[in-house]
T-cell receptor
């Protein structure tokens, strides 16, 4: 096991609602990345947080936002949910600071979001 | 878009070595080759990564060609629990952005 935990495991929302997903990084890790994985596809990078600041973003609209807390836990917030937001949301934490080459990310089990 | 090409699926007999190929002909000098796998409905699991030299750990071996345009992940003694989607990713490894392709679905058969 990676020591990365996510909550909740599953979540059902309706279109237009807002959702918050949570991630607890492996102890000592200071960087967290979030990914969206649609059914049958590989994970897609949403954004990364390093020491509480956003440090890179993928091709996702502003209604996807995040937070990283001093204890390095993290949240992913999605506003105005759309049907296409239904996916497995994954967080990944890493030990080394952003900018250090060759570091490894460790993934949590994911949160399965269904938007009706 | 992913910078790697992998076969969509492969079979392997239990107890035999599984050799998973990956082409990355446009890899840059500062990019590492990472391998992850994803067992159904779980988060991706890190396996191994390398820059130029071959690497080995308790899970697998990574063989990178001298020109770095391709690599092979070797699971020396495949078990049924190795059935998963295997992703080959090239990344400078200094950002959080891993670009996943479709991966190779490895089916280990008894």
């Amino acid at each position: 096991e990676t020591g990365v935990t996510q909550s909740p495991t599953h979540l059902i929302k309706t279109r237009g609602q807002q959702v918050t997903l949570r991630c607890s990084s492996q102890s000592g890790h200071n960087t967290v990345s979030w990914y969206q994985q649609a059914l049958g596809q590989g994970p897609q990078f949403i954004f990364q947080y390093y020491r509480e600041e956003e440090n890179g973003r993928g091709n996702f609209p502003p209604r996807f936002s995040g937070l990283q807390f001093p204890n390095y836990s993290s949240e992913l917030n999605v506003n105005a949910l759309e049907l296409d937001d239904s996916a497995l949301y994954l967080c990944a934490s890493s030990l080394d600071s952003s900018g250090v080459p060759g570091y490894t990310q460790y993934f949590g089990p994911g949160t399965r979001l269904t938007v009706l | 878009d992913a910078k790697t090409t992998q076969p969509p699926s492969m079979d392997c007999a239990e107890g035999r070595a599984a050799n998973l190929p990956c082409n990355h002909s446009t890899i840059s000098g500062n990019e590492y080759v990472y391998w992850y796998r994803q067992i159904h409905s779980q988060g991706p699991q890190y396996i191994i990564h390398g820059l130029k030299n071959n690497e080995t750990n308790e899970m697998a071996s990574l063989i990178i060609t001298e020109d770095r345009k391709s690599s092979t992940l070797i699971l020396p003694h495949a078990t049924l629990r190795d059935t998963a989607v295997y992703y080959c990713i090239v990344s400078p490894g200094n950002t959080g952005k891993l670009i996943f392709g479709q991966g190779t679905t490895l089916q280990v058969k008894p």
